[in-house]
């Protein structure tokens, strides 16, 4: 059974920084392709980052630059976001594709098959 965890979450302003854990547990993680997703009020889910299983980090246009995206092998993945905006504002969501080792090119990067609960991020403008 796989399990993720998300924390990290908060109330930030504007131009702040907050850093995101997920901690996973299960089979095939050090195998796959794990990731990040938001989704803000009134608006569909959509892919931030994914990681491939040897590391390889893709990110969306909108957050290049400004977030980082690592992962521990099989057992965290991290989103490191500075600069935040009040578009930024949005659940994260952790989650992991276990049919795959590796991210496609655009978002949303991945199929996640696996969902943590979520973390509330909140920018203030």
């Known amino acids: 059974q796989v399990h993720l965890v998300e924390s990290g979450g908060g109330f930030v302003q504007s131009g702040g920084s907050l850093r995101l854990s997920c901690t996973t547990s299960g089979p095939f993680l050090g195998d796959s392709a794990i990731g990040w997703f938001r989704q803000a009020p009134g608006k569909e889910r959509e892919g931030v980052a994914c990681l491939s299983s040897d590391g390889s980090a893709h990110l969306r246009d909108s957050v290049k630059g400004r977030f980082t995206a690592s992962r521990d092998g099989a057992n965290a993945v991290y989103l490191q976001m500075n600069s935040l905006r009040s578009e930024d504002t949005a659940v994260y969501y952790c989650?992991?594709?276990?049919?795959?080792?590796?991210?496609?090119?655009?978002?949303?990067?991945?199929?996640?098959?696996?969902w943590g609960q979520g973390t509330q991020v909140t920018v203030s403008s």
């Open positions: 989650a992991a594709d276990t049919e795959y080792y590796y991210c496609s090119d655009t978002a949303p990067f991945m199929a996640p098959n696996y």
